[in-house]
């Protein structure tokens, strides 16, 4: 099998950009190829991807021109060609515009992985594929509504587990600080960013606990979202206790100096940084939201959550786990979980499932 990637983009960071690496890199029973259509690539996402096997097309983006676009899908066109590529997987509604076009021209196999809630189902039906595959059931649910479920497959999206050692932290009167993480792109109308400095001026005046330091770590989405978080942190005087770290290429060690990992979005398809956290032996908490749910179960097996927005909540569960040292014990580190998720959210799962549907095409 011979399997080209096509997406908009790959910029460092991103949820999404990290499993189409790993499929390119880790995926050893498929042969795989890259494109990217627009100019929006990191060079630290190629590294490792034999060059002979990627595709730039470099479109800038907004625009418009028609002949552009004939000559961007004429140049894939070529490259499909040249490389006797079978299988096309989109991982976007801008690439899958882009497979449907190529699927017409020349009957290859397409693809489209769903990795959102907020998404484009509409054009599900307009740009139809071979095979549609949701990284969650909330996902699944939602593109059973356009498509007919003999076409949609569930793959939740995995990790490299190896990556993430298991720390043992332990909040006892010892602990001088609390360490809060969350690691997302800065972008508060999804990621939900302000709802957690909300929650960490609740925690400082609602039940004075000050001993706290809040990491987040991300790009940043659009400077005017970076600079309404700068005020409302300035208005909550929580200047000390906050800091924005921007992309870290080694993430697990923001996870492993991590207590309590927070995930406070608006609307999430799976949330593949909570496995990450999970994995890091941290404790989590999220949004109720039918993606992290599906990670953490809705009875907090596995982690904590709390209603949408509800930041008075979220300082809720933040302060039980920093000042009850037995309820924060049953989720860090949790050998249970740590078995839960070699089952479910490995790598090589997720790998093995894909190949899987390649197969079947």
Excluded at 23 to 37: D, F, H, P, Q, S
Excluded at 125 to 139: G, L, Q
Excluded at 312 to 341: G, S
Aim: with cysteine.
């Amino acid at each position: 099998m011979r399997v080209l990637h096509l997406n908009s983009g790959l910029l460092f960071g991103g949820g999404l950009e990290r499993i189409i690496v790993d499929l390119m890199l880790k995926n050893r029973a498929t042969e795989n190829y890259l494109c990217i259509i627009n100019n929006q690539w990191d060079e630290k996402c190629l590294e490792g991807i034999d060059r002979e096997r990627i595709l730039l097309c470099n479109r800038k983006i907004g625009g418009k021109n028609p002949i552009l676009t004939l000559s961007i899908i004429y140049k894939i066109y070529k490259f499909i060609k040249r490389n006797n590529i079978n299988i096309i997987h989109c991982h976007n509604s801008f690439a899958l515009k882009f497979g449907y076009v190529l699927k017409r021209i020349i009957g290859v196999k397409v693809i489209l992985t769903v990795h959102d809630t907020n998404a484009y189902y509409k054009e599900l039906n307009r740009y139809p594929v071979d095979k549609y595959i949701a990284i969650s059931k909330s996902v699944y649910n939602i593109i059973s509504e356009y498509v007919s479920t003999q076409k949609i497959g569930l793959i939740y999206n995995g990790v490299d587990l190896g990556h993430y050692s298991n720390q043992i932290k332990d909040l006892d009167k010892k602990k001088t600080r609390v360490n809060i993480s969350c690691v997302a792109r800065i972008m508060p109308e999804k990621k939900g960013q302000d709802i957690l400095i909300k929650a960490l001026n609740v925690l400082k005046t609602k039940y004075n606990y000050n001993e706290f330091k809040c990491t987040f770590a991300g790009a940043i989405h659009d400077p005017k979202s970076m600079d309404h978080l700068n005020e409302l942190i300035r208005k909550l005087n929580l200047k000390d206790n906050i800091e924005f770290v921007g992309n870290v290429e080694n993430i697990e060690k923001v996870y492993g100096d991590t207590d309590i990992f927070v995930l406070p979005s608006r609307y999430e398809g799976f949330g593949l940084v909570v496995v990450e956290a999970l994995a890091s032996g941290c404790s989590v908490i999220v949004s109720k939201l039918d993606g992290p749910l599906e990670i953490i179960k809705e009875d907090e097996e596995h982690g904590l959550h709390f209603e949408k927005e509800n930041y008075k909540e979220l300082a809720y569960k933040l302060n039980k786990l920093i000042n009850d040292p037995i309820y924060y014990n049953q989720y860090k580190n949790n050998k249970k979980t740590q078995e839960y998720l070699k089952r479910e959210y490995s790598l090589e799962n997720m790998i093995e499932r894909y190949n899987k549907v390649y197969r079947a095409l």
